[in-house]
Protein backbone atom coordinates (compact mmCIF):
# COMPACT_ATOMS: atom_id res chain seq x y z
CA UNK A 1 0.00 0.00 0.00
CA UNK A 2 1.09 3.56 -0.92
CA UNK A 3 1.75 5.77 2.02
CA UNK A 4 2.94 9.46 2.18
CA UNK A 5 2.76 11.07 5.23
CA UNK A 6 3.58 14.54 6.42
CA UNK A 7 4.66 15.85 9.18
CA UNK A 8 6.12 18.97 10.59
CA UNK A 9 3.52 21.79 10.08
CA UNK A 10 1.97 24.27 13.00
CA UNK A 11 1.91 28.15 13.70
CA UNK A 12 4.80 30.31 13.18
CA UNK A 13 5.29 33.88 13.19
CA UNK A 14 6.09 35.75 9.93
CA UNK A 15 9.90 35.69 9.12
CA UNK A 16 9.68 32.17 10.95
CA UNK A 17 11.08 28.65 9.72
CA UNK A 18 9.40 25.05 9.70
CA UNK A 19 10.38 22.10 8.12
CA UNK A 20 8.35 19.73 6.46
CA UNK A 21 8.62 16.06 5.97
CA UNK A 22 7.23 13.31 3.74
CA UNK A 23 7.77 10.30 4.95
CA UNK A 24 7.00 7.91 1.95
CA UNK A 25 6.39 3.98 1.56
CA UNK A 26 4.74 1.05 -0.87
CA UNK A 27 7.00 2.03 -3.83
CA UNK A 28 10.19 2.29 -5.21
CA UNK A 29 11.08 5.57 -3.91
CA UNK A 30 14.26 6.12 -6.53
CA UNK A 31 11.68 5.98 -9.06
CA UNK A 32 9.71 8.98 -7.85
CA UNK A 33 9.92 12.42 -8.16
CA UNK A 34 8.51 13.99 -5.16
CA UNK A 35 7.06 16.97 -4.33
CA UNK A 36 5.23 19.94 -2.69
CA UNK A 37 2.27 21.54 -3.48
CA UNK A 38 -0.15 24.24 -1.24
CA UNK A 39 -3.83 24.78 -1.42
CA UNK A 40 -4.73 27.98 0.86
CA UNK A 41 -8.34 28.60 1.11
CA UNK A 42 -10.28 29.36 -2.06
CA UNK A 43 -7.34 29.05 -3.96
CA UNK A 44 -5.95 26.40 -6.56
CA UNK A 45 -3.57 23.91 -5.08
CA UNK A 46 -0.37 25.07 -6.73
CA UNK A 47 2.91 23.76 -7.20
CA UNK A 48 5.76 24.72 -4.32
CA UNK A 49 8.76 22.92 -5.09
CA UNK A 50 9.80 19.00 -5.94
CA UNK A 51 13.54 16.92 -6.07
CA UNK A 52 13.79 13.77 -8.22
CA UNK A 53 14.89 11.17 -6.24
CA UNK A 54 16.99 9.79 -8.82
CA UNK A 55 19.77 12.51 -9.38
CA UNK A 56 18.46 15.41 -6.89
CA UNK A 57 17.24 17.65 -9.22
CA UNK A 58 15.06 20.17 -8.35
CA UNK A 59 12.70 22.92 -9.35
CA UNK A 60 10.83 25.97 -6.36
CA UNK A 61 8.46 27.98 -7.69
CA UNK A 62 9.23 31.47 -8.21
CA UNK A 63 7.43 32.34 -4.88
CA UNK A 64 9.31 30.28 -2.79
CA UNK A 65 12.85 30.51 -4.13
CA UNK A 66 15.83 31.81 -2.12
CA UNK A 67 13.08 31.19 1.14
CA UNK A 68 12.48 27.34 0.83
CA UNK A 69 15.06 24.18 0.24
CA UNK A 70 13.83 20.83 -0.61
CA UNK A 71 15.91 17.74 -0.11
CA UNK A 72 15.70 14.07 -0.08
CA UNK A 73 17.39 11.34 2.38
CA UNK A 74 16.83 7.93 -0.04
CA UNK A 75 17.65 5.69 3.14
CA UNK A 76 14.96 6.65 4.86
CA UNK A 77 12.68 7.29 2.05
CA UNK A 78 11.74 10.77 3.29
CA UNK A 79 11.52 13.98 1.55
CA UNK A 80 12.04 17.31 3.85
CA UNK A 81 10.82 21.24 2.95
CA UNK A 82 12.74 23.83 4.99
CA UNK A 83 10.60 26.69 4.83
CA UNK A 84 12.50 30.14 6.02
CA UNK A 85 11.47 33.37 6.18
CA UNK A 86 7.74 32.37 6.01
CA UNK A 87 5.02 35.27 4.88
CA UNK A 88 1.55 35.19 5.92
CA UNK A 89 0.70 34.21 2.07
CA UNK A 90 2.80 30.88 2.91
CA UNK A 91 -0.40 30.07 4.46
CA UNK A 92 -1.95 26.86 3.36
CA UNK A 93 -2.34 23.18 3.25
CA UNK A 94 0.90 21.36 2.38
CA UNK A 95 0.51 18.18 0.32
CA UNK A 96 3.21 15.83 -0.70
CA UNK A 97 2.47 14.07 -4.13
CA UNK A 98 4.74 11.31 -5.37
CA UNK A 99 4.74 10.94 -9.46
CA UNK A 100 6.15 8.24 -11.92
CA UNK A 101 3.37 8.10 -14.70
CA UNK A 102 0.97 7.73 -11.57
CA UNK A 103 0.11 10.74 -8.90
CA UNK A 104 -0.08 9.89 -4.95
CA UNK A 105 -1.02 11.98 -2.37
CA UNK A 106 -0.85 12.75 1.24
CA UNK A 107 -3.44 13.77 3.76
CA UNK A 108 -1.47 17.53 4.04
CA UNK A 109 -0.47 19.66 7.13
CA UNK A 110 -1.95 22.45 7.67
CA UNK A 111 1.16 25.65 8.14
CA UNK A 112 -0.31 29.04 9.36
CA UNK A 113 2.39 32.42 9.44
CA UNK A 114 1.08 35.17 11.46
CA UNK A 115 1.47 38.53 10.83
Known amino acids: EVQLVESGGGLVQAGGSLRLSCAAS????????IGWFRQAPGKEREGVSC????????YYADSVKGRFTISSDNAKNTVYLQMNSLKPEDTAVYYC????????WGQGTQVTVSS
Open 26 to 33: GFTFDDYA
Open 51 to 58: ISSSDGST
Open 97 to 104: NAYHYTAY
